[in-house]
């Protein structure tokens, strides 16, 4: 596809159509982990695999890159317009895979088509997996029915995997009680969110590149006005960057401006339309405010009718608790709600209550100090089920702990900080993850279990390992999930001048530094002078490297690339089972 700018811009393509063309893919953290949610569901042996995200976020464009990286021996089918019978999705599946099925065959017969295919297919050694985008559009009937499709198994795995793709809406939908069988067979799932303002900068960059750009035509202020527009959100920033580079071109200019990325947006968005007031929700927050007031004003008056009663008796600590945190907030400024059970404190036992959020990492490190003492006392009753002695309501406190794993100990423990860690070379990275994914890491980290902060050390099949201080705890695993929200935070060395990360175009001390790394691994001689241009051999290496370690190969340095350069160096790296290299 060509665009009137392309030969005033230098470039070959147009960067910024919103078709789903896997080559334009930008691999933020994210879109990697979306992805190798999908590559580990399809090599395991479960039924149904869930991708969710809003509009645009690139769902199908990461389901385009995982079939073009699927094992050959995997056969596929899929489904773009879900807005079917049960039966019309079945002959759309069968059409498909290639099956065969009779004019007019009712939902027994498509079944059975497809069953004696699944079989056939299991004895050559193959497999089928069906994808479904926007499935936020199927109806209860026809889930339930792909549920029933998934029956045919053998003792060690399904017959068929199904990929769901879809919007929020699609978590609401699964919720509910009639799809809790479909719900519960899902065994791998991931929510892709939108990207951050560094993360927009480097997706226009990466987008340009690929096209053939000698520049990146943004100014700093015009990708802060689209980070405002677009919130983020993929498919919005490539209609906006499209306009404001066309009208960049009209008017005859080479660098796009914030007054020009408006226009643009002006134009493709429309202006901003008042939000329609829901008179529903105010009449019912209305009555609410009308109870809470009245309730009030009955347990004045029965105070002031009864004071002598409350005298001379001790004051009853009423049972509540306070959320510590709307959100967690990782390094790159990814927003995730996360959510942990939290009971009324009592002397005696801890029992599931309201829902309480879980306290972000960063925020933590930057709360006063007397705000978490204050919260001391309570938060060491409230592990009394994890059998520990004492807890963290620090996360300084933690993040020491982490740093003297690297030989590094701060004067005063309560004050470490990720901000301290990089004076030495030492990266912080946050995320949201399962066992698998941090044993893939593994590194020893901080988690928050039931707003405590900790050090996991030592992770195996049944425990795992604390540390608070000088002391260690031993932890089973399935206490440790109950009270684990999925937060974690390891540490990583940065190379010099590392500021974010760097692909095709890029110079300095951070890509003088990969080559070198790459050199030794690779067992390999080169040029060592500084002033190296990451250029089309040295992605190759990149790629070839992440194949290697079980990354996404997309030729981009990020952290996941740098921490596993990390651990392929003769420098000591802690490991997650308390050993190092």
Request: aromatic share 6%; charged share 20%; with cysteine.
């Amino acid at each position: 596809m060509t665009s009137i700018y392309n030969d005033y811009f230098g470039l070959k393509e147009s960067p910024f159509s919103i078709a789903p063309n896997p080559q334009y893919l930008y691999m933020s953290d994210r879109h990697r982990e979306a992805l190798a949610h999908l590559m580990y569901g399809i090599q395991g042996d479960g039924a149904f695999i869930l991708l969710s995200g809003e509009v645009g976020t690139g769902k199908t464009t990461i389901c385009r890159c995982l079939l073009e990286q699927i094992p050959t021996q995997v056969d596929t089918a899929f489904i773009l317009n879900p807005k079917l019978t049960a039966a019309e999705l079945l002959a759309a599946a069968c059409d498909d895979l290639k099956i065969s099925y009779p004019q007019g065959a009712t939902i027994k017969v498509l079944t059975d088509c497809i069953n004696a295919y699944l079989l056939d297919a299991h004895a050559n050694d193959r497999r089928t997996v069906l994808i479904i985008d926007e499935a936020q559009n199927l109806s209860i009937e026809v889930l339930e029915q792909l549920r029933l499709l998934t029956n045919l198994e053998t003792n060690q795995r399904k017959l068929l995997q199904i990929i769901l793709l879809g919007q929020p809406e699609l978590l609401g939908l699964l919720a509910k009680p009639e799809l809790r069988q479909l719900s519960q067979r899902i065994t791998a799932r991931f929510h892709l969110n939108a990207l951050n303002r560094d993360e927009i900068s480097a997706y226009i960059k990466h987008r340009l590149v690929v096209a053939g750009a000698k520049g990146t035509f943004f100014t700093k202020p015009a990708i802060d006005r689209i980070y405002k527009i677009s919130q983020g959100i993929p498919r919005i920033i490539n209609l906006v960057c499209d306009r404001s580079l066309l009208g960049t071109y009209s008017e005859g200019e080479l660098q796009v401006t914030p007054k020009i990325v408006a226009k643009a947006a002006l134009e493709i968005l429309g202006p901003e339309t008042q939000a329609i007031p829901n008179w529903r929700m105010i009449a019912i927050a209305s009555i609410g405010s009308l109870l809470v007031l009245a309730g009030f004003l009955i347990l004045t008056l029965t105070g002031e009718s009864e004071p002598s009663v409350a005298q001379g008796q001790p004051a009853v600590q009423q049972n509540t608790v306070a959320p510590i945190a709307e959100s967690i907030k990782t390094r790159d400024d990814q927003t995730v709600d996360s959510f942990a059970y939290v009971a009324p404190r009592t002397q005696q036992s801890l029992e599931i209550a309201e829902p309480m959020r879980v306290q972000p990492f960063e925020e933590a490190l930057s709360a006063p100090t007397t705000i978490s003492k204050s919260y001391a006392n309570q938060a060491s009753e409230s592990l009394t089920s994890l059998s520990l002695i004492r807890g963290h309501d620090i996360a300084g406190a933690a993040l020491n702990d982490l740093l003297q794993l690297w030989g590094v100990d701060f004067t005063d423990p309560d004050s470490a900080s990720c901000e301290l860690a990089e004076t030495i070379g030492l990266f912080c990275f946050s995320s949201i993850a399962g066992l698998n994914e941090m044993n893939d890491f593994d590194r020893p980290v901080v988690i928050n279990l039931k707003n405590q902060w900790f050090t996991l050390i030592e992770l195996d099949r049944d425990r795992a390992s604390l540390k608070v201080g000088s002391t260690t705890h031993q932890v089973r695993v399935t206490e440790l999930l109950d009270a684990w929200s999925g937060n974690f935070t390891l540490l990583w060395r940065a190379p010099p001048g590392y500021k974010a990360p760097i692909s095709m175009g890029d110079r300095g001390p951070a890509v003088d530094w990969l080559v070198n790394r790459l050199q030794v691994i690779n067992d390999r001689t080169g040029p060592t002078t500084p002033g190296y241009v990451f250029d089309g051999e040295l992605e190759v290496q990149v790629k070839q490297f992440q194949l290697t370690t079980g990354l996404t190969p997309d030729g981009i340095a990020g952290v996941k690339t740098w921490i596993k350069i990390n651990d392929a160096d003769d420098i000591d790296t802690p490991r997650l089972d308390g050993e190092s290299l």
